[in-house]
């Protein structure tokens, strides 16, 4: 997600800062009374399924850990921008909202006061305080942190591919974008799959759901080419990284590659759901994409023919034409768990809430949001979590609770307090997974990251809708090969007369102001 990214939202029109002025002051309700929160926490997150039983075990045992009761509103992910949008817009926030830190319907409520400015209270929490420096500073807006991030590895990229395809072919893992062209090329011309037809392509990429600097496999492409990861900096200035020659040159060479017919044909358009397919189809050979893919494809393998399902390598990012390696990093978390001003409204409050998150995000809390109630449904066999009575309806609860539900509220479980790994079903699996840690050790050391991740400029929140959809739109037709290179470079400086100029002032004028 950058600062123009689509997956920031529309500001609902009712909202304005003298209402959220006034959310954040008036408290739009009840008085939760003097000094001491409540006894009730108002919690809203976002659901993948099911809704949990708010009198059902597992939120028992977490309120049980906690010493409070949890009033949870549980929106369906696909709704979740929406309601947050309408959330904010009125006078009844709840007091912990997982939250788009960088939306600007959040930025608005934040910096009209609905929200604790958290900046520097964390440190005393044990189990709150930043894990990683740079994911901290990924979090902020404008150098306030709003929020307790949601960790997620700060590395995943890599390239998944078809491991016997290389074998039949006689050809090597990877290493710099020069191989993985001489791959793609011949697994679109050398029958990888040996059926004697002309059938197959190299990459497969789909119809991408987010915008530039969205972590799609163009934008991966473009880093290994050695573009600016958003934002870069260039004889001084922080520019987007669309406007430097190594975006332009990274763009020629992944058309050669579609004129060439070494990329599915309907990558402007093939449903993300489905990007898994064609690899497990035979049709193409390599995804760019999070490592998790490579398990992800290994089990549907497995689901074809458990006698012969390794077929699956992964590899890291790749040298560019530079022969530098230059990897893309992810963000290091997703959303943020905000805290409202409407009912914590004192330091005092505020201490309270953190000392009950700093439970819930405790080893023992962690347990719970990531794989429930040890003894009920799972039992713990050295680092992993093992499933167990999975036949019972109230066990089938508990792992619906902790997968579809509360473990959206976890914070810090995938950072090593404890919590266990689900274990893998296969040593294909194990193996894979294994790899992971490895890869992204490696490719830290050449992580390119974002400057301006932490910046929101104010023409971004106010056009961002128009803007954000110049720059991908025109690289998916010049791509196709619809439009030429100088289009492309005019769609870039309609991106800069249609509100780009003021942007990159006011990131670079918010940089310098927050001291980078």
Known sequence: ?????????????????????????????ENKGGETASNELTVMAPLFGTAPDPNGELQQAVEKLIGKKLQITWVPNAQYGDKSNVTLASDKIPDLMV??????????????????????????????KPANEQTAKNTQTNGKTYGIYRVRPLLRSGIVIRK???????????????????????????????????????LIIPK?????????????????????????????????????????????????????GLVNPDFATLDSANWNDPFVQGKGGMII???????????????KNPKDFDKVTLVGNLKGPDGEKHSYPFTGYNMVIAISKQHVRTEEQLDQVLQTLDKLESKEGSILLTNGIEGRNFKADGKYAVPINQDDAKV??????????????????????????????????????????????????????NPALSIIAPTSVAKGQTLDTIIPDARIKYLSGAITEDQLKAQIKRWYDSGGTDIAKEVNDLAAKAGG
Not at 404 to 416: E, N, P, Y
């Open 289 to 303: 994409d999070v490592n998790v893919r490579a398990t992800q494809l290994l089990d549907l393998f497995k689901e």
């Open 164 to 202: 016997d395809w290389l074998a039949k072919l006689g050809l090597k893992e990877p290493q710099s974008v020069e191989d993985l062209y001489t791959i793609a090329k011949a697994f679109a011309e050398k029958d990888p799959d040996g059926n004697g037809k002309k059938d197959t392509y190299g």
């Open 1 to 29: 997600m950058t600062i123009f990214s689509t997956r920031r939202l529309a500001v609902a029109a009712a909202l304005s800062t003298a209402l959220l002025a006034a959310s954040a002051c008036s408290g739009g309700g």
């Open 99 to 128: 939250a788009n830190e960088k939306s600007p319907s959040f930025v608005k409520a934040a910096e009209a006061g609905a929200f604790w400015d958290l900046t520097g209270k964390l440190d005393k929490y044990q189990n709150l």
């Open 396 to 449: 089938k609860a508990i792992q619906n609770d902790v997968d579809k539900a509360f473990i959206q509220l976890g914070t810090r479980a995938s950072v090593g307090l404890g919590t266990y790994a689900l274990r893998p079903n296969d040593e294909a699996s194990r193996k894979m997974r294994e790899k992971f840690d490895v890869l992204m050790n490696e490719d830290l050391k050449t992580a390119v990251f």
């Open 208 to 260: 991408w759901p987010g915008n530039y600097a969205s972590a799609s496999p163009y934008d991966v492409i473009e880093t290994w080419f050695g573009a600016p990861n958003g934002w870069g900096e260039r004889d001084g200035k922080l520019v987007p990284g669309f406007d430097t020659p190594e975006f332009l040159a990274a763009n020629q060479w992944l058309r050669k590659w579609v004129s060439e």
